[in-house]
């Protein structure tokens, strides 16, 4: 399957500080990638979809002025978390669809745990 | 909206077969996906299904009836490794093409 990559896997930061995670498709092109958080033990909560030379579309409930969203190339979307509290402790996960195969299957990256102190 | 339900928790013995199922109501359909996901890591992908049928692929297969909004994910000769979590997800036609609604998974223990 195709290969996206997360980075970093782990940040721990203090509040009130900026936190970037970025999001890479390796072998293939992705116009959208999604980001998703996860609490222990709950599922895939969408935060956003992320459009190539677009807009980010965030869902209800999220705040975008917190969680910016720049998807500037085919292969790179990042989210920075602003002013980070501990409330935004959580699992974060991006994904990144694959147009070229059967299914435009979304492929996931490792994930990235945030801690915020 | 959209609706996946599937039970939160099951146990099978190493060797054995377990089927987990999946019901979904939404808006319209455009696929189903299952994808597994071990703690703390991210989901991936096993299987695809968008017609009636069963797909096979290697010791994991899906199954999917779109007129009773139904599949269920099959795994044969089960290994500890297999311990993890199964996400059943459903691309919906309506509220975006791309968008994929994840149920809450499946978490299955294999024990010896």
């Known amino acids: 399957g195709a290969v996206v990559s997360q980075h970093p896997s782990w940040v721990i930061c203090k509040s009130g500080t900026s936190v970037k995670i970025e999001c890479r498709s390796l072998?293939?092109?992705?116009?959208?990638m999604f980001w998703y958080r996860q609490f222990p033990k709950q599922s895939l909560m969408l935060m956003a979809t992320?459009?190539?030379?677009?807009?980010?579309?965030?869902e209800q409930g999220v705040e975008k002025d917190k969680f910016l969203i720049n998807h500037a190339s085919l292969t790179l979307s990042t989210l920075t978390v602003t002013s980070a509290h501990p409330e935004d402790s959580s699992f974060y996960i991006c994904?990144?669809?694959?147009?070229?195969?059967?299914?435009?299957?979304?492929?996931f990256g490792a994930g990235t745990r945030l801690s915020v102190l | 909206g959209q609706n996946i339900d599937q039970p939160t928790e099951m146990t099978a013995t190493e060797g054995a077969i377990v089927q987990i199922n999946c019901t979904y109501q939404?808006?319209?359909?455009?696929?189903l996906f299952w994808y597994q996901q071990h703690a703390g890591e991210a989901p991936t992908f096993l299987s695809y299904?968008?017609?009636?049928g069963l797909e096979e692929k290697g010791r994991f297969s899906s199954f999917l009836s779109r007129s009773k909004g139904y599949s269920y994910l099959l795994l044969k000769e089960l290994q500890m490794k297999d311990s993890a979590s199964y996400l059943c997800?459903?691309?919906?036609?309506?509220?975006?093409?791309?968008?994929?609604?994840f149920g809450i998974g499946t978490k299955l223990q294999v024990i010896p």
């Open positions: 994904s990144a669809r694959d147009l070229g195969g059967r299914g435009n299957i979304q492929y």
């Open positions: 072998d293939f092109q992705a116009t959208t």
């Open positions: 992320s459009n190539e030379g677009s807009k980010a579309t965030y």
């Open positions: 939404t808006s319209g359909f455009n696929g």
């Open positions: 299904n968008v017609l009636d």
């Open positions: 997800a459903v691309r919906p036609v309506s509220g975006g093409y791309q968008k994929v609604t």
